[in-house]
T-cell receptor, first 113, second 115 residues
Framework: KQEVTQIPAALSVPEGENLVLNCSFTDSAIYNLQWFRQDPGKGLTSLLLIQSSQREQTSGRLNASLDKSSGRSTLYIAASQPGDSATYLC????????????FGTGTRLKVLA | GAGVSQTPSNKVTEKGKYVELRCDPISGHTALYWYRQSLGQGPEFLIYFQGTGAADDSGLPNDRFFAVRPEGSVSTLKIQRTERGDSAVYLCASSPGQGNTGELFFGEGSRLTVL
């Protein structure tokens, strides 16, 4: 059974710092891995999607990497801004049998001005 | 519509009542998911539809929960005899479906409070 873990649960950094959020999964046989952002009281917004055959994806100041052999994905945020403050969630989808996504519990990020 | 739409955005009900939550997915998306999220937790899978059929309902917690998608578009999550423990945000997501990237697009959620 796939389990997804995100560490740390919360992170507070000064504006301008580069930072890395971690996501670990127990079953390396994944179809893809998706990173989301969630603002308080809101739904989830898709940030980046990495297919199992890919190593990384980039969008603006965000870069997500995937290492299936070690069961890890990282989300790198460059030059963090107060507007980046939110909860970041990762989710993995299994390749067959079911198309459900398993979510981590998220990392709550606060970027201080 | 442009995005996934969920109604109502907030629902307050009394213990024992029946509740329906509606999800209108992105037009053309064949896959539809229901998740439940409690405070401080990640979304918990409930059920997945491919077209009209429930391809995976393994996350439904008990037989008080039921979901339908009769025409392969709008879905309704139905909760009978609500309990206080059902209080949570119910999230709906849609995806282009099998053979595509599998990217999920979420609605804003329906916050259910059972008194």
């Amino acid at each position: 059974k796939q389990e997804v873990t995100q560490i740390p649960a919360a992170l507070s950094v000064p504006e301008g710092e580069n930072l890395v959020l971690n996501c670990s999964f127990t079953d390396s046989a994944i179809y893809n891995l998706q990173w989301f952002r969630q603002d308080p009281g809101k739904g989830l917004t898709s940030l980046l999607l990495i297919q199992s055959s890919q190593r990384e994806q980039t969008s603006g100041r965000l870069n997500a990497s995937l290492d299936k052999s070690s069961g890890r994905s990282t989300l790198y945020i460059a030059a963090s801004q107060p507007g980046d403050s939110a909860t970041y969630l990762c989710a993995s989808r299994q390749p067959s049998g079911t198309y459900k996504y398993i979510f981590g519990t998220g990392t709550r990020l606060k970027v201080l001005a | 519509g442009a995005g996934v739409s969920q109604t109502p955005s907030n629902k307050v009900t009394e213990k024992g009542k029946y509740v329906e939550l509606r999800c209108d997915p992105i037009s053309g998306h064949t896959a539809l998911y229901w998740y439940r999220q409690s405070l401080g937790q990640g979304p918990e899978f409930l059920i997945y539809f491919q077209g009209t059929g429930a391809a995976d309902d393994s996350g439904l917690p008990n037989d008080r929960f039921f979901a339908v998608r009769p025409e392969g578009s709008v879905s309704t999550l139905k909760i009978q005899r609500t309990e206080r423990g059902d209080s949570a945000v119910y999230l709906c997501a849609s995806s282009p479906g099998q053979g595509n990237t599998g990217e999920l697009f979420f609605g804003e959620g329906s916050r259910l409070t059972v008194l």
